[in-house]
């Protein structure tokens, strides 16, 4: 049986460094998400992603500011 696609926000970060300060800022603060290979559909400087559920994008917004994350793109995908 084929895995249905779901809308997921998705942040692309220009280095590793980035996406794993993500995940570990995520993991404190218990923001949904987890990182992911970037997919075909986008490109990115590192090959990581984070995705999570759209209704997490401003909460997960305001950590990454709050954090000094450094965001390469945004995009909402079916996943």
Avoid: H, N
């Amino acid at each position: 049986m084929p895995r249905v696609k779901k809308m997921k926000v998705v942040f692309t970060f220009p280095s590793t460094v980035q996406a794993l300060k993500m995940e570990q800022c995520c993991k404190r603060d218990g923001l949904d998400g987890r990182l992911i290979p970037v997919p075909k559909q986008i490109s990115a400087g590192c090959g990581m992603a984070w995705a999570a559920v759209p209704d997490s994008k401003a909460a997960l917004e305001i950590m990454i500011s709050q954090e000094g994350i450094e965001v390469e793109g945004t995009y909402e995908l079916l996943l």
